[in-house]
């Protein structure tokens, strides 16, 4: 195998000249020397958006200055990483930083350690120091693109579209976890939470037995209604008892759409709410039809959404969002069991190509026992559910929760006899909703959820491990030996 030599900070390197590392860092890191960096992540392509891995390069006798983290090695390059002229560069480019973000720990500890006691430059008062970490893993990884980079010179931002609350956003955290600063868990129209916002919203808004497995609940069964519906009815039977008693002025649901396979849209007549039954397996979101009923006025607001969407009202809840502008609005929360949603274009090609039958003129779709069902003209037809894996959309594979943890009730069809829906009450709210609904119970197979919200867990958890890889030792461990290097260069005189 071919091999090419390079030189960093006076050490022989020598490695395959196969690609594999392809850039200075990488190379650098390899052989234990430190560079540090704020915009870099090893699961993301190189951005060299913060420039503070800046080293110095001789090449062909001639010396410059580059980003490490997306200029490739090559034989016989020189790399000096700890240079007087370096060191200025990285001093500068924190001075640039900590007076725009001053109040950021990570960059004042980064700053301490170059002897940066006050930057020369006016002061400004953000947190996001721009490194595009955020939009980033949000696009190349979950694959959402609910943020992004917007605008340029001193007036560049991330930002969702037109800086309203975004659609997009799913809620999975990712964005947070790379943040190297607190910045992103600052936003208002996007929803990461942490798992510390996860224990705070359970604490707010929910109470009843702690449930490892289930998430806070009151009481599980099996529930089934008089109303005519998927899996026993119940969240239509639930919503229309709500309107009927006056205990609901109106529900964001999901309806039929033949662009999009289904659109979250406002009723408050139960007559719609009819209209509306039967399980889409496709993402809608919830924010649109919600904010539209509590500018008309309504206060007591049902939603019914997938897992993701639950978390996205939660988050604006936990804000005080909704607080601050409809002070005596009450939303409820009613979230779907679920284990991913489907690209609709995608689905209803493939279910085309399959059946030889039409998506839109489905009369049910319907997930059991690991099909697809789809019922046309009185007749089924069924495939595994394993068999449309590459008709799930993006973000999926990033959720962890199948049972709508944060829901005032949860709903779905798994652990539940045929024709009945397993229903997991999770606070006072929803305890009082369905008090007022009439329906039989049955027992329900509690190890069949389990199973099931384990393997989704498992799922996320090994999509988000090439993230959590580097994080947050990563950080911690560049803050100790760049302290380290920091401290070295001072006692050459490099750094005053």
Do not use: W
Request: proline fraction near 3%; aromatic fraction near 6%.
């Amino acid at each position: 195998m071919t091999k090419l030599r390079i030189k960093i900070d006076g050490h022989e390197i020598e490695m395959d000249a196969d690609g594999n590392p392809a850039t200075i860092l990488e190379a650098a890191r390899l052989a234990g020397i430190i560079i540090p960096t704020l915009c870099h992540h090893p699961s993301l392509e190189p951005y060299g958006s913060c420039r503070l891995c800046t080293v110095q390069i001789e090449k062909n006798g001639r010396k410059k200055f580059v980003s490490a983290c997306n200029y490739p090695v090559e034989e016989g390059l020189v790399v000096d990483t700890c240079s007087a002229e370096v060191a200025g560069i990285r001093k500068m480019i924190l001075e640039l930083l900590i007076a725009r973000c001053p109040q950021e720990k990570k960059l004042q500890e980064l700053a301490r350690e170059y002897g940066i006691s006050k930057p020369r430059f006016m002061q400004e008062d953000e947190n996001c120091i721009l490194c595009g970490l955020c939009h980033r893993v949000c696009e190349e990884l979950v694959g959402v693109s609910a943020i992004n980079a917007q605008n340029r010179g001193v007036i560049r931002d991330v930002d969702t579209p037109y800086g309203e609350l975004s659609e997009d956003c799913i809620g999975c955290g990712a964005c947070a976890l790379v943040c190297p600063t607190e910045s992103i868990l600052k936003r208002r129209n996007i929803y990461p939470l942490s798992s510390a916002d996860i224990k705070d919203i359970e604490e707010e808004f929910l109470s009843g037995t702690i449930d490892d497995d289930l998430g806070v609940n009151r009481e599980i069964f099996a529930g089934r209604s008089g109303i005519e519906g998927q899996d026993g009815g119940m969240v239509t039977s639930i919503l229309n008892r709500g309107i009927e008693t006056g205990m609901l002025d109106a529900a964001v649901v999901a309806q039929k759409n033949e662009i999009y396979g289904a659109k979250a849209t406002l009723v408050d007549e139960t007559d719609l709410i009819l209209q509306a039954r039967g399980t889409k397996y496709v993402r809608v979101s919830v924010i649109a039809p919600l904010m539209d009923a509590l500018n008309r006025g309504k206060k007591r607001i049902a939603v019914v959404g997938t897992p993701c969407q639950i978390r996205v009202v939660r988050k604006l809840q936990r804000q005080g969002y909704f607080n601050e502008k409809y002070p005596d609005a009450e939303i409820i929360l009613i979230g779907l069991f679920c284990f991913e949603s489907f690209d609709y274009e995608s689905l209803k090609s493939h279910i085309r190509e399959l059946f030889g039958i039409d998506l839109d003129s489905a009369e049910r779709v319907q997930i059991a026992r690991g099909k697809f069902i789809v019922a046309v003209d009185g007749k089924e037809y069924s495939c595994r559910v394993r068999e449309l894996e590459h008709e799930v959309r993006s973000g999926c594979g990033f959720c962890d929760d199948l049972v709508s943890r944060l829901a005032d009730i949860s709903i779905g069809s798994i652990g539940s006899p045929d024709g009945y829906s397993t229903v997991i009450v999770r606070s006072d709210r929803g305890k009082r909703l369905l008090e007022a609904t009439v329906f039989s119970r049955k027992e329900i197979n509690r190890d069949e959820i389990v199973k099931l919200a384990g393997f989704k867990k498992k799922n996320a958890d090994k999509n988000f491990a090439g993230i959590i890889a580097g994080l947050p030792e990563r950080f911690e461990t560049e803050r100790r030996e760049c302290a380290q290097s920091s401290a070295e260069c001072r006692n050459l005189g490099i750094l005053s």
